[in-house]
């Protein structure tokens, strides 16, 4: 079955240092989309890619996605400890699933 | 989200007993969803339901069984928990408008811990 796995699983950065995830599909995916989950929270949407090679920019996190619509990656600019939490992709299957990722657990150091 | 509920939001039961998860939504969305979080595996599909009369099995549905009582509601069962069924539950709920680009919204999640 669709798999979507992300890597690193756990990332330690100090505060001001650059971060970031990579997600990758062993099928094509028709779109990804990223979610953040805080510590003790519940997952929030961010932002959906639908295009080949598409880039989006949210203030300092910076969303691409592959040319083959494979994988993705989320890169935050100068992290604040307010970029603490989970980090999920999604990609849904033909059935209208959502496979999430594993998801990349992000720790700010002050 | 405010708009998704989830009750109780901490539960420990026994091995065998039989518990059931309610989710309620005011999103007033026809698809709803339920995931459980384990560390390091990320989100599962266990079921999901495209509207009152639509159920469907996820990724993960074994030992797991659902009801959509409305278009508001969406419960998940144990029917004998055990210990492995441990974990964070989520509801979740879509508007279905855009087909495979939906947005999820999530509820805030059920500690479960069966001992």
């Known amino acids: 079955g669709q798999q979507v796995m992300q890597i690193p699983q756990y990332q330690h950065v100090q505060e001001g240092e650059d971060f970031t995830t990579y997600c990758n599909s062993s099928t094509t995916l028709s779109n990804i989309q990223w979610y953040k989950q805080r510590p003790g929270g519940h997952p929030v949407f961010l932002i959906q890619?639908?295009?080949?090679?598409e880039v989006k920019k949210q203030k300092r996190l910076t969303f691409q996605f592959g040319e083959a619509k494979k994988n993705s990656s989320l890169h935050i600019t100068a992290t604040q400890t307010t970029d603490v939490g989970t980090y999920f992709c999604?990609?849904?299957?033909?059935?209208?699933?959502?496979?999430f990722g594993t998801g990349t657990s992000l720790t700010v150091i002050p | 989200d405010a708009d998704v509920t989830q009750t109780p939001r901490n539960r420990i039961t026994k091995t065998g007993k039989r518990i059931m998860l309610e989710c309620s939504q005011t999103k007033g969305h026809d698809r709803m969803y339920w995931y459980r979080q384990d560390p390091g595996l990320g989100l599962r599909l266990i079921y999901y339901s495209f509207d009152v009369k639509d159920i469907n099995k996820g990724e993960i549905s074994d030992g797991y069984s659902v009801s959509r009582q409305a278009q508001a509601k969406f419960s998940l069962s144990l029917e004998s928990a055990i210990p492995n069924q441990t974990a964070l539950y989520f509801c979740?709920?879509?508007?279905?408008?855009?087909?495979?680009?939906?947005?999820?919204?999530f509820g805030p999640g059920t500690r479960l811990t069966v001992l």
């Open positions: 890619l639908v295009k080949s090679g």
């Open positions: 979740a709920t879509s508007d279905g408008r855009g087909g495979l680009t939906d947005t999820q919204y």
């Open positions: 999604a990609g849904p299957n033909t059935g209208n699933q959502f496979y």
